[in-house]
């Protein structure tokens, strides 16, 4: 909770340094409609389309409202991030539209954009925990070696965070007075949106490497139903997503008021429709459909892991286990006339 925190504290640090330093200093037009493409004052440098933007709002709180259903319906906690950033994505669309009779208001651009920026990051956090879950579900961890399971969640949402800390350091640098500490700051940013670019990508290709050995290594469990529909949605929700994290790159890589970063069409044919029709995809195939678990899978794995790895004695007729072994260490009694040595 307190990492949770002080990240949150990092990241609005860092957009406020941002808007701040954007319009510190510097002569706004009085008619902000007049010429937005040339208003320094406004940091879109256009005009949100109300029509279209309102529509993307209600499309992702629509689907934001059918995942809860599920959330409550089929219970999948482990996949409330993606819910929760369903309703923060929507929440984003609204404060876009807002800004259109406040174009130069730097309250509306730092929490619309912390909205916007935050909620692709749960939506591809809940892709890491997924498929961590179907491997585990599956218990087919020697699919996707050298990693586990577990480790597949662990290690993507940890690039996850850092590459967005990345982004918000870079956010609060790339508005500086400073000539350097801008360029740097811009710099930082693409870093830090390019380097979860290819963090995204390198989990999509364990997901292919994972169906691709399940195909060819074992047709009992490529043929076993009520998984494969889970896992190929998956596959989809990648697409979207790296299509997202592509534009995003290109975006960037062209500077704060480049031709991408300038024409919101780009943004919303290329970031939101992605984005919306990926995490859309769980509304018709909600994990908590095909993954049934009875508490917490990564525990019971590991108990049975213990289990299967604890030493067996082979126990002879009318003799006492203490009298076999010379051990007094607590034994348990199995099947086929052996005992365990916990």
């Known amino acids: 909770m307190r990492q949770s925190t002080l990240l949150k504290v990092f990241i609005l640090s860092s957009f406020l340094s941002s808007v701040y330093a954007f319009g510190e200093g510097r002569d706004c037009p009085a008619d902000p409609y007049a010429d937005p493409a040339n208003d320094i004052c406004n940091p879109l440098r256009y005009v949100p389309?109300?029509?279209?933007?309102?529509?993307?709002?209600?499309?992702f709180?629509?689907?934001?409202?059918?995942?809860?259903?599920w959330s409550f319906r089929r219970k999948a906690n482990y996949f409330l991030c993606l819910v929760i950033g369903a309703w923060f994505e929507g929440a984003g669309f609204v404060l876009r539209v807002l800004m259109r009779d406040n174009l130069h208001?730097?309250?509306l651009y730092i929490v619309a954009n912390l909205f916007i920026i935050l909620a692709p990051c749960a939506f591809l956090a809940g892709d890491y925990i997924v498929f961590g879950?179907?491997?585990?579900?599956?218990?087919?961890?020697?699919?996707?070696?050298?990693f586990k399971a577990r480790q597949v969640s662990r290690i993507f949402i940890a690039s996850d965070i850092i590459t967005f800390l990345i982004q918000g350091s870079g956010g609060g640098l790339s508005a500086s007075s400073s000539t350097g500490s801008a360029e740097l700051g811009a710099h930082l940013f693409l870093a830090g949106i390019a380097i979860q670019m290819v963090s995204f990508i390198f989990f999509s290709c364990v997901w292919i490497l994972f169906g691709i050995r399940v195909f060819s290594g074992d047709k009992q469990l490529w043929h076993r139903e009520g998984w494969k529909p889970l896992y190929f949605a998956l596959g989809f929700t990648c697409i979207c997503f790296i299509i997202r994290s592509i534009y995003r790159t290109a975006e960037l890589a062209g500077g704060y008021i480049s031709y991408l970063s300038t024409h919101e069409g780009y943004f919303l044919g290329l970031d939101s429709l992605p984005l919306l029709l990926g995490i859309a995809t769980y509304v018709f195939f909600w994990p908590g459909n095909y993954l049934h678990f009875d508490g917490n899978p990564f525990k019971k794995?590991?108990?049975?892991?213990?289990?299967?790895?604890a030493q067996m004695y082979p126990l002879n007729a009318g003799d006492s286990y203490e009298t076999q072994t010379g051990l007094d260490t607590k034994i348990t009694p199995t099947y086929n006339n052996y005992y365990v040595r916990r």
Request: with cysteine.
């Open 105 to 107: 208001s730097l309250n």
């Open 61 to 69: 709180f629509i689907v934001a409202a059918a995942l809860t259903f």
């Open 133 to 146: 879950r179907l491997v585990q579900f599956l218990e087919a961890h020697h699919y996707i070696r050298p």
């Open 49 to 59: 389309n109300k029509v279209l933007n309102c529509l993307g709002a209600a499309l």
């Open 301 to 309: 794995s590991k108990a049975r892991r213990t289990e299967e790895g």
